[in-house]
C-alpha cells in the first residue's frame, strides 16, 4: 500500500517562506497528492492538491517531483495564523473506482515571530 | 452556503452505551467521509461513502463501528457497547466527487467515554 512520510515538527521565521516535505515513494499514477492542514482546535482544511504538474493558489504552492515519489508544500511568507499540523494525503481511484487515502502523520509548523 | 455539519457537538456517554454521530454533507456532495482523531493524534481514516455504498469498510477499528449514508446525503456512525478509547473527536468531510477534489470538513463530534 502506498504510504507517505512527513518530519514529525518544523520551525520558520514569520515572514520567511516554508517548504514542507512528504515523501511518497510508492505513489501510483492514479494517486492525487493533497495538503490539509489543521489550526489549533479547529477541523482540518484544505490547502492545494496535484496530480503531476504544479499547483499554484492563494495560499500555497505545491511542488511535486518528476518521478512523483515526493512533493513539498510551499507558503511563500508565513504568518503566525500558518502555525498548525500540515497533513500530506495520497488519493488513489482504484481499478475498481474504489477511493483509498493514505495519510501522513502530519508536520507541526511552528513559526517564530 | 452551507458546509458541513455534525451532531451533536459534544457527547459523553457511559461505557457499554451506544452512540450515534450524524453528518450532514455539502448539498450534492456524492462523496462522504468519516475520520477519528484521538487526542494529540492525527487523522486516522475510518470509512467513505461513493453515493450511498461503503466500498471498503476496513478501516472501521472493530464491529462495534458502522455507518450508513441514505439518499446520498445524511450519514450516521454508530459506536456499540462504547469504551473508553472511543473517546476522541469523530470528524465528518464531504467532496463533490472522489480524489480530484478537496474535502470538506465538518467542526466534528468530541466523543467522551466515561
Known amino acids: 500500500d502506498a504510504k507517505t512520510t512527513q518530519p514529525n515538527s518544523m520551525e520558520s521565521n514569520e515572514e520567511e517562506p516554508v517548504h514542507l516535505p512528504c515523501n511518497h515513494s510508492t505513489i501510483s499514477g492514479t494517486d492525487y497528492i493533497h495538503w490539509y492542514r489543521q489550526l489549533p482546535s479547529q477541523g482540518p482544511e484544505y490547502v492545494i492538491h496535484g496530480l503531476t504538474s504544479n499547483v499554484n493558489n492563494r495560499m500555497a504552492s505545491l511542488a511535486i517531483a518528476e518521478d512523483r515519489k515526493s512533493s513539498t508544500l510551499i507558503l511563500h511568507r508565513a504568518t503566525l495564523r500558518d502555525a498548525a499540523v500540515y497533513y500530506c494525503i495520497l488519493r488513489e481511484i482504484s481499478n475498481f473506482g474504489n477511493e483509498k487515502l493514505t495519510f501522513g502523520t502530519g508536520t507541526r509548523l511552528t513559526i517564530i515571530p | 452556503g452551507a458546509g458541513v455539519s455534525q451532531s451533536p457537538s459534544n457527547k459523553v456517554t457511559e461505557k457499554g452505551k451506544d452512540v450515534e454521530l450524524r453528518c450532514d454533507p455539502i448539498?450534492?456532495?456524492?462523496?462522504l467521509y468519516w475520520y477519528r482523531q484521538s487526542l494529540g493524534q492525527g487523522l486516522e481514516f475510518l470509512i467513505y461513502?461513493?453515493?450511498?455504498?461503503?466500498?471498503?469498510k476496513s478501516g472501521l477499528p472493530s464491529d462495534r463501528f458502522s455507518a450508513e449514508r441514505t439518499g446520498g446525503s445524511v450519514s450516521t456512525l454508530t459506536i456499540q457497547r462504547t469504551q473508553q478509547e472511543d473517546s476522541a473527536v469523530y470528524l465528518c468531510?464531504?467532496?463533490?466527487?472522489?480524489?480530484?477534489?478537496?474535502?470538506?470538513f465538518g467542526p466534528g463530534t468530541r466523543l467522551t467515554v466515561t
Open positions: 461513502f461513493q453515493g450511498n455504498s461503503a466500498p471498503d
Open positions: 468531510a464531504s467532496s463533490l466527487l472522489l480524489a480530484a477534489y478537496e474535502q470538506y
Open positions: 448539498s450534492g456532495h456524492t462523496a
